[in-house]
């Protein structure tokens, strides 16, 4: 596939490694030459210094042979732009990052497709949602679901007081089926086998079905913490978003923000949200408001260590559970370190909606875990598929993957080496990013 990304930020870096990793042919452009360099030092892709609008720009990078192009700039009028200009002169498909709610509302009226966008993403509503998902499992670094619903996905922090702590996976002994499909453990990601022990402070990934997944919680020695109430440092359009899907699910919500005229905005739009004009450091303010009593804090200001400082003073007044937005990317995995529960980063949200989007063949969802060191793939097995009705012990899955669960029918699976896989069955993938176009070829997608 070759793809065009106009943008060299942290989205369109994420997206440019992705997609380069998968061995697609890659062509980044930007007006920073700095962005540039670091895409070029770093990634095996092909750059242009230049203004993704323009048409020669775009004609020299070949977009007219383009099968994708992303515009992912600080700019919505500009994404929009390029993408028009680009669908014009033959790219097949185009994705525009828009932050303006105007247009996105747009989009869903009436439609941007003619005008040469495919898919609009808005990264705000896409951080508010994976939000909103994480205070129905508090106890969870993440949750995901699959199969409509019938699967679940969770990560959870192994504690020293654990149950299972030092234990080997073989050793388990547990009535209902799940299956950890990986271990991440000093930073690596470890896809384990029987032999292999789970041992504390490491994240584990458990697929199970649903209605089973409190069970083994309770295995893991977790147990679901209730949320009711949440205060939101921060009144941008994350703050926004999320404190009005929470009013819709009727949640008791909080927000702090410093700018009034931000306060007078949102209060205006909000129903039953309390907005409260202030200094989130400023700690008598935090404990005037009873932040330590609450069940969820979330800082979704755009300063990183704004969000990590006020996360942590929320922390220490006693706030059960804590989630922080990172932007970058180095300040993720010190998040969680220091005692925040989450941190929540926009750009690998937005990288994970486009590869979605440009997945060949039956792909229903692809979710990227753990700062992209993994990806899990909901796909629909196809008629291509070479192995139908053989065991999975009898066959050679490829390294680096796992199959975790599969759906047919009603009926989930949690897969033993005697099952089968099936022609139109629902098959859930964990993939280190060196296996996923292997696993794709496994299952006759390429």
Known sequence: MKAIIIGAGKVGYSIAQMLSYEGHDVIVIDLEEARLKAVDDHLDVQTICGNGASSDVLREAGVCEADLLVAVTEGDELNMVSCFIGKSYGAKRTIARVRNPEYVDFDKSSGLGPIGIDLIINPERVTANEIVKLTKIAEAQNVEYYAGGKVQLLELRVTEKAPVAGRQLKEFGFDAPFLIVAILRDGKMII????????????????????????????????????????????????????SKLEKLRYSVKIIEKDINKCKSIAQRLNNTLVINGDGTDLSLLEDENVGDTDLFVAVTGDDKLNMLVSLLAKHLGAKKTIAQIRRSDYISLVEKVGIDRAISPRLLT??????????????????????????????????YPYAGACLKDIKFPSGAIIGALTRGDKVIVP????????????????????TQKVEKFFGML
Do not use: W
């Open 192 to 243: 384990p086998r029987g032999k292999d022990s789970v041992l504390p402070e490491d994240i584990i990934f458990a697929l199970a079905e649903t209605k089973e997944m409190r069970e083994v919680e309770r295995f893991f020695g977790q147990h679901r913490i209730k949320i009711e109430s949440v205060v939101i440092l921060g009144g941008g359009r994350v703050g926004y978003y999320l404190a």
């Open 351 to 384: 990288a994970g909606a486009v590869l979605r989007f440009i997945r060949k063949g039956q792909v229903v969802s692809i979710t990227l875990v753990s700062e992209a060191r993994a990806q899990i793939t909901e796909l629909i097995v196809t008629e291509n």
């Open 416 to 435: 033993s080496g005697e099952d089968r896989v099936m022609q139109g069955d629902r098959v859930i993938v964990f993939a280190l990013p060196e296996a």
